[in-house]
């Protein structure tokens, strides 16, 4: 559903208290989808993967007009809100253009739930756990929910575009009074009025995609390092992923609009800019009028005065070789590059659709390693995908060790319904797909220490962001490579990117000396 659709159709779909609790024939712990399903006919089609795979050619619309209703502007004065993010970095940026939304509608952010009028939790759908937390939170918030019926209590991300988690909120946590999709975010102040005004439980989530809006406001994160989405959505449906349904298809936001947002950043003094996307690779593909890649964004990123450009995440079948030739310029295109293998196996890769194999992801990674001879590889691992024998994923121990990736994300695999690998019988135990797990990651931290230990005595570029954690008397902050390093010195230097010399590596992290000139610089 795109804007002008929108625009013709009354999109928000009321549940009333009345309907919710007592008007129907079955009591409410005995309904099935199909008694819901007629809350969902304009706004909500389940998650289909036939139905995703099919996606249509219809243009995307960047609309540049969102404003804020009139009679909305000013409802937050006094109030405040809080958000809950989980996930990953798409979701923190979302977070970031919804407290943008509710500073522009006068509300205050807290980070105290009894002190918040609306509690918004950002949720993530990738794996069962991240999920299982949400419902804990949700569970938390319902003894405030009865002590403050006026407050607002929304659950919006990916969790939302999932028809499951719909029914079950609807049935199971009648405190939720907003229930809104990763589509939907640009429609806060309207469905905060439904909420607040019908006092009834409010659900809009588009399972098609919808257009580009370009002019949210946003409440950054910090005043160092900013994100910057350059695309939304995936097209590559990983057979365990449920990404590509939750977040819809490919759309490339218009280079003018990323270029003129990170110069803006870059004047207001960031010294950092992560450029996000599920896989950035695919970066202007849908464009039909120019033909702009990810390799041309990045050109244009290098000459921008603005210290440190990142990208996340990298898909290793749409890296090209003029992408490596653009990297290879160096400057503030940073030689660190994450790049999820997900498995070490070419059959294991080949059930989950990553469309490359063992061998062709060395070939890429040598091709990288000679035109950066510098570089860090980092990757995300899946073990005990379905059936994954154990000589596949001593493939998957090898292939970490040939690459000497110097970090890595590592997951158990989590069956996600409405995914292809869902539906496939599994004969890994539990229990072997754990022990797997554990010798991975005790791989994974033998390799970061071994990284770390190179850096012994060497002088290093950080970017420091704050005081540690753990000791405010200590700073703390990145090398290029992303690693963190503590060091003392004033506070005067936060923001600032600065040498220092390392003393002391940890598997995870550097110790260091504040030095005011560098001899050797290594990054
Ligand atoms: N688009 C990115 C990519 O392709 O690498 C990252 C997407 S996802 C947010 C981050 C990571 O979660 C993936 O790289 C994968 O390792 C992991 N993941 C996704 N679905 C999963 C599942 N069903 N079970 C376990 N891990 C999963
Ligand atoms: Fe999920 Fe694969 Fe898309 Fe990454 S590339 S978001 S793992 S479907």
């Known amino acids: 559903m795109n804007e002008k659709q929108r625009k013709e159709q009354a999109q928000i779909k009321q549940v009333s208290s009345v309907d919710r609790k007592s008007s129907q024939d079955k009591p409410l712990s005995e309904k099935t989808t199909e008694d819901f399903a007629h809350y969902f006919q304009t706004t909500y089609t389940p998650p289909d993967i036939k139905k995703a795979r099919k996606r249509g050619r219809d243009k995307i619309e960047v609309h540049y007009d969102f404003e804020i209703p009139e009679?909305?502007?000013?409802?937050?004065?006094?109030?405040?809100?809080?958000?809950?993010?989980?996930?990953?970095?798409?979701?923190?940026?979302?977070?970031?253009?919804?407290?943008?939304?509710?500073?522009?509608?006068?509300?205050?952010?807290?980070?105290?739930?009894?002190?918040?009028?609306?509690?918004?939790?950002?949720?993530?759908?990738?794996?069962?756990?991240?999920?299982?937390?949400?419902?804990?939170?949700?569970?938390?918030?319902?003894?405030?929910?009865?002590?403050?019926?006026?407050?607002?209590?929304?659950?919006?991300?990916?969790?939302?575009?999932?028809?499951?988690?719909?029914?079950?909120?609807?049935?199971?946590?009648?405190?939720?009074?907003?229930?809104?999709?990763?589509?939907?975010?640009?429609?806060?102040?309207?469905?905060?009025?439904?909420?607040?005004?019908s006092k009834v439980q409010v659900v809009e989530v588009w399972s098609k995609e919808g257009d580009i809006i370009e002019n949210l406001p946003k409440?950054?994160?910090?005043?160092?390092?900013?994100?910057?989405?350059?695309?939304?959505?995936?097209?590559?449906?990983?057979?365990?992923?449920?990404?590509?349904?939750?977040?819809?298809?490919e759309r490339s936001r218009r280079p003018e609009d990323i270029i003129r947002e990170v110069r803006h950043l870059a004047a207001q003094g960031y010294q950092e800019v992560t450029l996000l996307g599920q896989n950035v690779n695919a970066y202007g593909k849908d464009f039909d009028d120019i033909e702009y890649r990810f390799a041309d964004l990045m050109n244009d990123m290098h000459k921008i005065d603005i210290p440190r450009v990142r990208f996340t995440t990298s898909h290793p079948r749409d890296f090209d070789d003029h992408l490596i030739e653009v990297l290879a310029k160096g400057g503030n295109l940073l030689d660190h590059i994450h790049l999820p293998v997900q498995s070490g196996s070419s059959e294991i890769l080949r059930k989950m659709n990553r469309k490359y194999t063992r061998e062709s992801y060395l070939e890429l990674v040598a091709k990288i390693k000679k035109a950066i001879p510098n570089v860090t590889l980092t990757t995300?691992?899946?073990?005990?995908?379905?059936?994954?024998?154990?000589?596949?994923?001593?493939?998957?121990?090898?292939?970490?060790?040939?690459?000497?990736f110097e970090?890595?994300?590592?997951?158990?695999?989590?069956?996600?319904?409405?995914?292809?690998?869902?539906?496939?019988?599994?004969?890994?135990?539990?229990?072997?797909?754990?022990?797997?797990?554990?010798?991975?990651?005790?791989?994974?931290?033998?390799?970061?220490?071994?990284?770390?230990?190179?850096?012994?005595?060497?002088?290093?570029?950080?970017?420091?962001?704050?005081?540690?954690?753990?000791?405010?008397?200590?700073?703390?902050?990145?090398?290029?490579?992303?690693?963190?390093?503590?060091?003392?010195?004033?506070?005067?230097?936060?923001?600032?990117i600065v040498d220092v010399k390392i003393t002391d590596t940890k598997t995870w992290s550097l110790n260091g000396e504040l030095v005011e000139k560098t001899a050797e610089v290594s990054n």
């Not at 910057?228 to 977040?247: A, E, S």
């Open 71 to 197: 009679e909305m502007s000013k409802i937050g004065k006094g109030k405040k809100f809080l958000i809950r993010t989980y996930g990953c970095q798409m979701n923190e940026h979302d977070t970031e253009v919804m407290a943008g939304i509710l500073s522009e509608m006068g509300y205050e952010s807290t980070l105290d739930a009894d002190d918040a009028d609306i509690i918004l939790l950002n949720t993530c759908a990738i794996r069962e756990n991240a999920e299982n937390k949400v419902f804990g939170e949700l569970g938390h918030l319902k003894p405030l929910k009865l002590e403050k019926p006026d407050l607002i209590i929304g659950v919006c991300g990916c969790m939302s575009q999932q028809e499951s988690v719909v029914n079950r909120i609807m049935q199971k946590h009648q405190q939720v009074d907003l229930i809104f999709g990763t589509h939907n975010i640009h429609r806060l102040p309207d469905l905060i009025k439904e909420a607040m005004f």
């Open 407 to 496: 970090a890595a994300y590592t997951f158990i695999y989590s069956p996600r319904e409405g995914t292809p690998a869902a539906v496939k019988k599994d004969d890994v135990p539990m229990e072997v797909k754990k022990e797997r797990l554990y010798r991975l990651n005790d791989l994974v931290n033998k390799q970061s220490a071994e990284s770390m230990d190179a850096y012994e005595g060497k002088v290093v570029k950080v970017l420091v962001e704050g005081e540690s954690k753990k000791d405010e008397t200590v700073l703390a902050g990145y090398t290029e490579k992303n690693k963190v390093v503590n060091f003392k010195g004033p506070k005067s230097i936060i923001g600032k």
């Open 219 to 249: 409440v950054r994160h910090g005043q160092i390092k900013a994100w910057v989405n350059i695309m939304y959505g995936c097209d590559k449906f990983c057979t365990y992923c449920i990404v590509p349904m939750t977040r819809g298809k």
């Open 380 to 404: 995300d691992i899946i073990v005990g995908f379905p059936n994954e024998t154990d000589e596949q994923f001593e493939e998957t121990m090898t292939l970490m060790e040939e690459v000497g």
